[in-house]
């Protein structure tokens, strides 16, 4: 719980102007949201307060490495990941109403929480399908012996006869 601490940013204190923080996100910090395909993370997230009286920008800029389990051959692999987002926060009646750029905060809220804008962040960047990433050569690292396996069961054809016959009905 202490962990997560520093994930929550004191505002109604804080004065106008330009705040630097800085973060280090692990394993640790995944396992606050349950079920995740991030094995291991080590990212270091330099975050950018920047403090109106109306408003709050937040500019994140985040690089580092996430493990994740390769869709092909099951073994784990390092996927690099970076990037610089940009969250608005208004200060106003509408709290909690979100247009598609800025966020609506109530003007007494004391803290800011900002678990759920790093955890979509690092778990927008891993792709829809996660393979080894090639070498210089163009070849996959993936493991060998488990490709192999893959592709001698592909190439054998176990076909039920009676669907066979169908094959040769023409229809006019």
Not at 9 to 20: C, M, S
Not at 43 to 67: A, R, S
Not at 74 to 98: H, Q, T, W, Y
Request: aromatic share 10%; net charge negative; hydrophobic share 35%.
């Amino acid at each position: 719980m202490k962990y997560l601490k520093q994930f929550s940013i004191p505002i109604a204190g804080l004065d106008t102007g330009t705040h630097q923080y800085e973060f280090d996100i692990d394993r640790k910090f995944f396992e606050d949201f349950g079920e995740t395909e991030i094995q291991k993370c080590a990212v270091k997230v330099m975050l950018e307060l920047l403090k109106q009286e109306d408003m709050i920008l937040l500019q994140f800029n985040y690089k580092g490495t996430v493990e994740l389990i390769c869709d092909r051959c099951l073994d784990p692999f390092d996927m690099d990941i970076s990037g610089d987002e940009n969250v608005v926060l208004k200060f106003g009646k509408n709290a909690g109403r979100k247009k598609t750029e800025e966020e609506f905060i109530p003007f007494d809220q004391q803290e800011l929480d900002i678990r759920q804008y790093l955890y979509d962040f690092i778990s927008l960047n891993i792709p829809f399908r996660k393979v080894h990433p090639d070498d210089e050569n163009g070849n996959s690292l993936c493991d060998r012996e488990t490709i192999e396996m893959i592709n001698k069961l592909s190439n054998t054809k176990n076909t039920d006869p009676r669907w066979d016959q169908l094959k040769d009905i023409q229809i006019n």
